[in-house]
């Protein structure tokens, strides 16, 4: 037993640890701890009062219990009883064992906020400091309830010590990151910006972490971190090793901030203000420099931390996309690395360049280091190390090259770790079909995926292979003799079998000309694999089977015969004994004519995007599979993919009708789609009445004006016009009441032959998707009239136009990444395909048309802001027209995943 | 950072750190997942893997593994510099240590980590400025425990 240094000893706590690491077994590890926890209990119970030490020596030794990995049912309260001692130690234990053990007994959560807000106020620091540490710690929902409000007051207080500065930073990063919607912004934000400008780089080290993370949510509030940002990295950059102290780390000033920094400014395009740009350029360059320069020191720790910043330079470089001097150093860099000795840096290096592989500027540098790569495919010790470069591989991937990097994929399957087999077979068969120029040369690679790793290949592969020589008629000769062929080996892959009786099923009589491969030898072939094949690819070969019975008369007998074997007819397995059944009865009662109309060559599949690639985005997380090529892919269009837009809501508002109702009365307007990207127009028209709409909308604001027409001679009575919000919607587009949108009421006679007017004003407090409904009754004649209409309030009448430059477009473009952000649709076009109506609309949806930008000059992109009262959401689409198959691609990416959907859903009707 | 875990060569968990909640079934079945991957890996391969969703930096100090857990966008060397500046906190306060101090001294390790780490981001990255502050409130509790011992020694006694 060591003695201990400092502070106290717990004897009995030290006993116990030795008792318990003196047990020969688990058994009697688990006697010992019994034991104590009845004596632990004992002694809680017991009458006597427990002084606070033995308290917190027993929490203690529960504490121990629990981490050896022991369930603790009790202690809570004695624990919370030690937080309001006025003892540091028994206090700090206190807090030790509610931040491990924290229980959601509300009863005690109460208890332990009490003695964390008594010690808040304590000004005594180091108690703050514990107590925000607990908080930290546990960060549930009830201590984000109960302190989120208090934390940023302590923050940003002038008279916080620095240490309790820090500590509120990080509480309240860690309260954000739990409960965001319980952290509200404040006046406080644009101080805790100014943090940065502190003169204690400990204080700037917690708050940069705290800026970061609540930037990213709320850039436009921490705007002003950019230029505090890259002052302080250039003061640290700059700085000579001995200038920080004990903040320099191994001769490397600061590198946990630098690092921070870094971060921080990943969360906003390149500075706009040139002088700040020009300055983060410079840091970026002496970055870059200094990694020329000779070591300071030979420890691991140098290099490592002078390299962590290097590496986050280097992610910042990739992240801005806009200078292409600092992204071929960058690269020129990482390809030093590539060949380092120190497999921590290869590592990376390898990965960093995957992301540079797909800027535009650096792709052609990353290309130059594929020797390397393929290098370390093959030599690399480190199954870690190698999956990094199967991915740069696939990265830098090209038409330029895409035969030796496929080519080196497969060699390298042979030998390939089982833990990446799936995934690179899945590159590989990506790579070989995004590239192939020569279609033979994509079959060819796919058998050999099929012979090298059969078992990783997955359903989706293969199926994709028979797509794509179903859908081109120059391969499909070739694919027969190939998969014939290769079906000549004697143990083939049972995925080979498959491919090969569908294929030999729709094109054998290609290749059935050569006595070698005639129809009976193509079926003897097949036939010799059934017997080995499970259930799916029997009933598949059926299939090949009857079709060969059209292809092939000659075989048809020898068919039947096998068709009308016991083992099909009788077989226990139901598909594979009804397809025998019908097959046979097929083949025997259906004229030529008949069976050849049913066994028919197989139609084109219609393009959509690869089903692999949907497999490995599934299996990789989307951001690492995009690359170069996604953004300026040759456009394939899916048309089973994209979410269907919601139907208008028709039937929702229609309302009661009397029985004798004018015949043609439609009692509901379409659902306002035709509105989207106008604003005046006749909203509804029956033979009665004729409702007629002008609007005009500005930023979250709207007015709406309405003309009611009486289209008959005689008087509508009890005229009453009524606008329902669906409850949630109430929330969403404002009015005082909802009743008091209309602000002029309406007259409830309306002569024959008149129009009354009435205005709606509109505000829209969040983003939204269901309008309102315009309810009108009245009587006219003996009837009782009823009349409801959506209005066409659409959150894209929220739109303010905005210009960019093309750059500025991608830059944003690439910030909106993630996932939820976008929202895709592919559609038939509804409408003909003119490029001067399509201009109009997306200008009439509010959007500004951003000429130049989009490299295809076919394409159309928009940008604009949509403003609702309490946000402003930016907002970019693109539209892919593709005129060949009649159909669009519409991609919208805005900040809020909502709004992406909603505003596609809009846009896709209208064209 | 999510978590920090600190094990032997042995597999036994010396330390674990959670910046995520996680339920108690979750955080075991995590550590012996991470334990088993990390134990299987051989010297002289790279200190980082992808695990999950997650990064995983890890290095080996004598019979110790430290073992952290970080996202995506978070910078693997960096995090490798905070294991090492772990290690020295403790070595500096223990002198030279090892595994034996952090079983016997656990809630030490804890604090101290507390100091350095908070939320899972870097507090404070000066040696010195951690040291003062467990310095400091060994400092406090040096005082109370002379306050303790001069009132009740008896009482004490009975306790061990």
Known sequence: MPAVSKGDGMRGLAVFISDIRNCKSKEAEIKRINKE????????????????????KYVCKLLFIFLLGHDIDFGHMEAVNLLSSNRYTEKQIGYLFISVLVNSNSELIRLINNAIKNDLASRNPTFMGLALHCIANVGSREMAEAFAGEVPKILVAGDTMDSVKQSAALCLLRLYRTSPDLVPMGDWTSRVVHLLNDQHLGVVTAATSLITTLAQKNPEEFKTSVSLAVSRLSRIVTSASTDLQDYTYYFVPAPWLSVKLLRLLQCYPPPEDPAVRGRLTECLETILNKAQEPPKSKKVQHSNAKNAVLFEAISLIIHHDSEPNLLVRACNQLGQFLQHRETNLRYLALESMCTLASSEFSHEAVKTHIDTVINALKTERDVSVRQRAVDLLYAMCDRSNAQQIVAEMLSYLETADY?????????????????????????????????????????????????????????????????????????????????????????????????????????????????????????????????????FPEVKTTIQDVLRSDSQLKNADVELQQRAVEYLRLSTVASTDILATVLEEMPPFPERESSILAKLKKKKGPSTVTDLEDTKRERSVDVNGGPEPAPASTSAAVGPLPAFAFPNNPCISAGGFEFVCKNNGVLFENQLLQIGLKSEFRQNLGRMFIFYGNKTSTQFLNFTPTLICPDDLQSHILGPSPHRHITKPVD??????????????????????????LNIQFRYGGTFQNVSVQLPITLNKFFQPTEMSSQDFFQRWKQLSNPQQEVQNIFKAKHPMDTEITKAKIIGFGSALLEEVDPNPANFVGAGIIHTKTTQIGCLLRLEPNLQAQMYRLTLRTSKETVSQRLCELLSQQF | MQFMLLFSRQGKLRLQKWYVPLSDKEKK???????????????????????????????????????????????????????????????????????????????????????????????????????????QADLLQEKTENMYHSKSFIGCKKAY
């Open chain 1, 37 to 56: 926890l009845a004596n632990i209990r004992s002694k809680f119970k017991g009458d006597k009062a427990l002084d606070g030490y033995s308290k917190k």
């Open chain 1, 419 to 551: 833990s990446i087999r799936e995934e690179i077979v899945l590159k590989v068969a990506i790579l070989a079909e995004k590239y192939a120029v020569d279609y033979a040369w994509y079959v060819d690679t796919i058998l050999n995926l099929i012979r090298i790793a059969g078992d990783y290949v997955s359903e989706e592969v293969w199926y994709r292979v028979i797509q794509i020589v179903i859908n081109r008629d120059d391969v499909q000769g070739y694919a027969a003799k190939t998969v014939f062929e290769a079906l000549q080996a004697p143990a083939c892959h049972e995925n080979l079998v498959k491919v090969g009786g569908y294929i030999l099923g729709e094109f054998g009589n290609l290749i059935a000309g050569d006595p070698r491969s005639s129809p009976l030898v193509q079926f003897n072939l097949l036939h010799s694999k059934f017997h080995l094949c499970s259930v799916p690819t029997r009933a598949l070969l059926l299939s090949t089977y009857i079709k060969f019975v059209n292809l």
């Open chain 1, 748 to 773: 409830p006679t309306v002569d024959g032959g008149a129009q009354v007017q009435q205005v709606v004003n509109i505000e829209c407090v969040s983003d939204f998707t269901e309008a309102p409904v």
């Open chain 2, 29 to 135: 079945k995590i550590t012996r997942e991470l334990v088993q991957t990390v134990l299987a890996r051989k010297p002289k391969m790279c200190s980082f893997l992808e695990w999950r969703d997650l990064k995983i930096v890890y290095k080996r100090y004598a019979s110790l593994y430290f073992c952290c857990a970080i996202e995506d966008q978070d910078n693997e060397l960096i995090t490798l510099e905070i294991i090492h500046r772990y290690v020295e906190l403790l070595d500096k306060y223990f002198g030279s240590v090892c595994e034996l101090d952090i079983i016997f001294n656990f809630e030490k390790a804890y604090f101290i980590l507390d100091e350095f780490l908070l939320g899972g981001e870097v507090q404070e990255t000066s040696k010195k400025n951690v040291l003062k502050a467990i310095e």
